[in-house]
C-alpha cells in the first residue's frame, strides 16, 4: 500500500482539462514540495511538475497546486500524447524517506 | 545539459549481487542527492534510498535496508547502487534521479534492466 493516494484511472478527451490527485497527510505532501513524474510505454519517468515549476521544455499545459494535504496535476487541454502512468511523490518527514502514490493510467479517449 | 547515464542490462542469479552506476553531466556532483528507485514488472515506483555526494552519506528505505549500498564516487562523477542476496523479487528496472534535500527529483536516468532468474 503507497503512502501517498491516487486515482488508479483517470480519462479525457482531446481538448479537455483533466486533474489528477495525490492524498498524503501534514508530514508528507503538508509539509514538502511535491513532484509529478509521467511515464510513457514503460520508459523513464520525466517530470512533468517539480514543486511550483514547470521544468524546462513541459508544455504550460500542465500546472501543479497543492492544498493542505492534496497536491494536484492539472493538464488543461489534453493531448493524444500525454496518455501514460502518472507518479507523485513527496518527502515524509516520519519516514526520512521519499514516499510515491500508487500512479495513476490516464487514458486520453 | 543535465544527464543521468546509467550501466546496461543484467542478468544474475539468486544470491548473487549486482552493482549499477549512474553517471552524470552537465552539472556539479556535489551539489544534488542521488536517489534510486526499483520499479518491478508492472507495479508502481518505489524508493530505494539516496546518497550526498558531498559527504558520502547515504539514506536506506526500510524495506532494502541491509542489502543495498548506495555510494558516490566524487573523481568520476559517478553513484553507485549495489543490491545483495538477490531474489526472483529483485528482477526490475532500477532509475537513478536527481534531487535536492527533501525535495522531489527533477532529471531521471534511463533505467537499467536487472533480471534474476537462475
Known amino acids: 500500500q503507497s503512502a501517498l493516494t491516487q486515482e488508479a484511472s483517470v480519462s479525457g478527451t482531446v481538448g479537455q482539462k483533466v486533474t489528477l490527485s495525490c492524498t498524503g497527510n501534514s508530514i508528507n505532501i503538508g509539509s514538502f514540495a511535491v513532484g509529478w513524474y509521467q511515464q510513457i510505454s514503460h520508459s523513464a519517468p520525466k517530470t512533468v511538475m517539480f514543486g511550483d515549476s514547470l521544468p524546462s521544455g513541459i508544455p504550460d499545459r500542465f500546472s501543479g497546486s497543492k492544498s493542505g494535504t492534496t497536491a494536484s496535476l492539472t493538464i488543461s487541454g489534453l493531448q493524444p500524447e500525454d496518455e501514460g502512468d502518472y507518479y507523485c511523490?513527496?518527502?515524509?518527514?516520519?519516514?526520512?524517506?521519499?514516499?510515491f502514490g500508487g500512479g495513476t493510467k490516464l487514458t486520453v479517449l | 545539459e543535465v544527464q543521468l547515464i546509467q550501466s546496461g542490462t543484467e542478468v544474475k542469479k539468486p544470491g548473487t549481487t549486482v552493482k549499477i552506476s549512474c553517471k552524470i553531466s552537465?552539472?556539479?556532483?556535489?551539489?544534488?542527492?542521488i536517489h534510486w528507485v526499483q520499479q518491478a514488472p508492472g507495479k508502481g515506483l518505489e524508493w530505494m534510498g539516496l546518497v550526498d555526494p558531498e559527504d558520502g552519506e547515504p539514506v536506506y528505505a526500510e524495506k532494502f535496508q541491509g542489502r543495498v549500498t548506495i555510494t558516490a564516487d566524487t573523481s568520476t562523477d559517478t553513484a553507485y547502487m549495489e543490491l545483495t542476496s538477490l531474489r526472483s523479487e529483485d528482477t526490475a528496472v532500477y532509475y537513478c534521479?536527481?534531487?535536492?534535500?527533501?525535495?522531489?527529483?527533477?532529471?531521471w536516468g534511463q533505467g537499467t534492466l536487472v533480471t534474476v532468474s537462475s
Open positions: 552537465g552539472y556539479t556532483f556535489t551539489d544534488y542527492f
Open positions: 534521479a536527481r534531487g535536492e534535500a527533501e525535495r522531489p527529483f527533477d532529471y
Open positions: 511523490s513527496t518527502w515524509d518527514y516520519s519516514l526520512s524517506a521519499q514516499v
